[in-house]
């Protein structure tokens, strides 16, 4: 059985709790919250039939086989940094966060130290096994266009940019490259920041970000060209009940990675 602390317990979090419980391979023995909120999540969890332990940082003594963030960028500040000194390997689901500058590299470092490794998560988009063995033989381009319902834009910069309340058409509230969408939308650019360092890089992915009236799903394109040919994707994600900027893609994107940590076949 492969022993996992979570970081955050939002919608992503209660979405992989409830898919987990159907894998008795895979146990979530402890979650992460921030303080203050023990006992409100503590309550939420007691009704399941393993409830995790829920705590505000990792105990000293804890050696989970792995530690999984989906808690937002400022987790990785906090615990994930700490938890790859120790030792213990760190899938992250945040991938946005990455484009703080330096940030790859103090990771990258603390697994070295530590002699473990990170995971970055594909989360709502799929083609990254794709991306990244294109970039082996050189990438000129990519481009990335995301559509979401302005409900998934509030309190984000596309308040300024239109009436999100008030659309009647599909409106661009955002164009230009990874890095400054990643550090505009950190809850909706995922997607963009895992592309950028699958393929050529934050600063030469090309971003689109749409407010669409007329969608009720996410929707993620992406085109690549280079020294392989060119490749295109469209991908169509139902927005999770609870959190309308997050993909249900992302919650089975989690499962899947754990999955693949604890049976004896990967794909």
Not at 97 to 113: D, F, I, K, T, W
Not at 136 to 159: H, I, Q
Request: charged share 20%; glycine share 10%; proline share 6%.
């Amino acid at each position: 059985m492969l022993h996992i602390t979570m970081i955050g317990c939002g919608a992503i979090g209660l979405g992989v709790l409830e898919l987990l419980e159907q894998d008795p391979h895979l146990l979530v023995e402890r979650v992460i919250v921030p303080p203050g909120s023990e006992e409100a999540i503590g309550q939420r969890l007691a009704r399941r039939s393993s409830p995790p332990q829920v705590v505000t940082a990792l105990p000293e003594d804890a050696r989970p086989d792995l530690l999984l963030e989906c808690a937002g960028h400022q987790a990785l500040e906090e615990h994930v940094l700490p938890a790859l000194e120790k030792g213990i390997a760190c899938l992250i689901v945040s991938v946005g966060a990455l484009s703080q500058p330096g940030l790859v590299e103090r990771l990258e470092a603390a697994a070295e130290r530590g002699n473990t490794r990170i995971e970055l998560l594909p989360g709502a988009i799929g083609g990254i096994d794709a991306l990244s063995a294109a970039r082996v033989g050189g990438l000129d381009s990519v481009d990335y266009t995301g559509r979401k319902p302005p409900r998934a834009w509030k309190n984000t910069p596309g308040e300024q940019a239109c009436d999100l309340e008030h659309i009647s058409e599909a409106t661009v509230i955002f164009q230009g490259s990874a890095r400054e969408a990643a550090r505009l939308y950190p809850r909706n650019a995922n997607v963009a920041a895992t592309l950028s360092l699958a393929g050529i890089g934050l600063d030469r992915t090309r971003v689109t970000l749409i407010a669409d009236p007329h969608s009720e799903e996410n929707v993620h394109q992406f085109q690549a060209r280079g020294a392989f040919g060119g490749f295109e994707l469209n991908l169509r994600g139902r927005p999770l009940a609870a959190n309308p900027k997050t993909s249900a893609l992302t919650v089975y994107s989690i499962i899947r990675a754990l999955g693949n940590h604890a049976h004896g076949i990967s794909i």
